[in-house]
Structures are given as C-alpha cells and as structure tokens.
C-alpha cells in the first residue's frame, strides 16, 4: 500500500542537523532513563556501589511478573536520582574501561511457538522497546498482537534518518523482522519513505507499504489507522521503530543488547557549526552531547524532538526511545502590539503574518507561547493538520469530562499522544492536547481494568 497524505505541517525550524555523522567521544556516566515508564510502581535490583553489565536487570515491576528493565552499560552504579513519592527517574552508571554482557541464553526464535518468543521477549526485558496499542503501553505477555507496525521513516524535526540507524545493522534489522513475523505471520508491516524503497523492498518476511507528505507521516497511528485500525478496546497492535526490531534481532542472534544509537543535536539553541548527527549510545549524558555546543547556558533542552520531546536539565541524560536532543531559545517576554505588525520574523501556521506566505524561510523559535490558556475557539484550525479522520475538538471535550463512551466514538482508541503534537502547536488555545490524550487513556485503562 502506498500511504500519502496531504495534510500536515512541516515547521520551518532553523539550524537543523547537517553533516555526515560523526563519532562522539565516550561518556564517564551513562543514565538509564525511565521517565517514560513513570506509570509503573518498580523496585530496585541493585544498590549505589554495585557493579553490574550491559544487559544486566536493575529494576523489576511490582505488578507485573518478570518485567524489568536491564542496563545500557557497563560499570558501577553511581547515583539512583529518584522523583515524586520516591519514584525511581534514572539510574546512573559509571562506565568501566572495559565493558561486559550480562549472560543470556536466547532461544531458537525459528522452532519456537509465537507465545514461547514473546515469553522469550518478556523475560529478557526486550517488551519495553515495544509499544501496545489502543493504551500506548507496554504489552501483556498474555495477549497477543493481531498485527504489528515498524516505524522505517522520520518526519518530526531534527529527527535523523532511520538509514543511520541501519547502517552496519541491516541482519540484525531483519533477524529482529524474522523473528516478528514468527509471532503474527503475515501480519507484519514496515512503513518506510517512499525515496527509500530500493533499500526496503529487499526484506523478507514483512508486508512493505511507501509513505509520502508531511509530518505527521511518521506516526504509527497514522499506518495502524490506514492499513489495519483498531475497532475494539480488545484490539492489540504493537508499534516498533527501527532501533527496536535491531534489538530484538540482536538478541535472538548474539544474546547481546543493542545500545548504539545515532543522536542528532539541533537548535536554535546551538552554535550553528556545531550541529549534527552524532554516533554514540543509548542513555548518554546531555552533557556529553552539549559540550561547547550552548549560545548560552539558560537554553531550553529537550530530550527528544521539539514537538513530543521531554525538557531536561544539562546534567541529564538521553530519554529511553529518544534519538534527538532539541535546544531551543528560552524567552518569556511580551512584545506590545506584536499583532499589528508585519510579523516578517514570526512564523504563522495559519498566515496571521506575511511570514506565513514566505515558503523557504526559516525561523528561530523559542518557548514563548505567545499568549495564555483559554477556551477552544476554532476546531477548523485542528483539522488542517490532522490526516486522521478524528474530530479533534471534540474528542478533546469528551476527554477532559471523562465522557469515554463519546470519546471512543471520536477515536480515542485511534490515537496516541504524539498525534497531538501539531494540533497543540497551532492551537489558539494553548491547550496541551498531548497531556490529555494521555491522562485520558489511563483513565478509560483504570475503570475498564484492559
């Protein structure tokens, strides 16, 4: 299937990463970030002092049997940082000069039955790399998918290409695609660009579909809703990026954890001959990747892309599923009469300024929001950047009253919170759409117990 969309935005930002992709030096500390799994009650496995390997568990669910989440590293733990109510944030691990695999014993993925690999996965901690859907989740063990989804391509700013990923990987990608499709035969699918098909149409074992428009094009919500939607809360769909099937695929052929990850760093923020595409590992320390690359210090990080990214402190580090770091200008001040003005330097998605006609210019954004909180005003201006045939406004509504039979009916089942991303940004609102498509899946998760 060839997936093409018209509407959409893709933002003018300035300063993007360029270049070739260069070798990072290697960091003192990395962190293990599980700021994304902040709905879960975990348990610590190690202590400050310990010494432990890649791929060695460190925390394990309360709940949920055999679910923990290994090391990227190899050394000493060094500090455990912790948040609200003592929840565990990251765990922090002083490198070794040498570093060594924690010992594992995979299975023969191709004589095993569909439930014994994802067993298989379940113990080994690889399901945290995997997202379940309609809830944005990580998946139970004892349900299976009736389809899965792999992300082969970007289109939210600064994000690099998954072809950097790839490159030196491409057996493990598709040893981690044999291995998915052991699980749900012929029910695998890889989205990719369609500028990328010769190199995609070579893999075996998964249903190859093209892409084309702007972003949001890369959200498997997006793939899910045009090749094989969601009807029912009983509905499971896993989604995977790239990185993610390398892992599965590496350790069902060495045993071993995938850590190495392509970084991009970019920003207005940024020294503009300082940006770029870095190689480097997964959980690296910010300040690793920012050194000597800040105009200033006061910069907004963002962990992640600037759309869906999570801000962090300088001395934090790489976010579980990130492969980006975004530094964007911090400025919280009101320019008087701005409205009457030509607007030449201020990018307008809905051509309020005469920027909003100028195609090929780019803009130095910052975190000003331009204006406060208030009611919804105008559902139109959603609509010209959502491809999905979903009612954003409404949706929004029956979310914040907790109306989840209404909610469903407008696609809550449909959607993630990143599909939220765009219509928060040109929202005369400011209402943070991301933040309640989020809050509102747990809550319909909590009272129907799925």
Known sequence: MHLKIKKGLDLPLSNPPKGEVQNLERPENIGLDLSSFSNLRLRLLVNENDSVKIGQPLVEDKVVDQRTFISPASGTIKEIIRGDKRSIKTIVIK????????????????????????????????LAHVISRPFCRIPNPGKMPKSIFIKALESAPYLP????????????????LDVLSRITP???HLVHKVEDNDFFSQMKNVNIHSAAGPHPIANPSLHIYMIDPI????????????????????????????????VSVAGSGCMAEKVGFFKTRMGVSLKTLLNNRLISQSSEIISGDPLTGEARDINGFLGFFHTCVSVIKKSETREPFHFFRLGMNKYSATKTYLSGFLKSKKFDFTTNQHGEHRAFVDNSVYEKVMPMRIPTMQLMKAIIVEDFEAAIELGLLEVAPEDFALPSFVCPSKNEMIKIVKEGLKKYSEETGL
């Not at 290409?161 to 981690?176: C, R, T």
């Open 95 to 126: 490198l070794d000069d040498s570093e060594s695999h924690f010992d594992t014993n995979p299975i023969d993925f191709k004589k095993a039955s569909s439930s014994d690999i994802v067993q298989a996965l379940h113990k080994n901690s690889l």
């Open 161 to 176: 290409d998954v072809k950097m990923q790839l490159k030196g990987y491409e057996k493990e990608f598709q040893a981690g």
């Open 231 to 262: 009807t029912s809360p009983t509905d499971v769909v896993w989604s995977l990026s790239v990185n993610d099937v390398i892992t599965i695929g590496m350790f069902f052929t060495s045993g071993k954890y995938h850590i190495d990850r392509i």
């Open 186 to 188: 012929e029910k695998v």
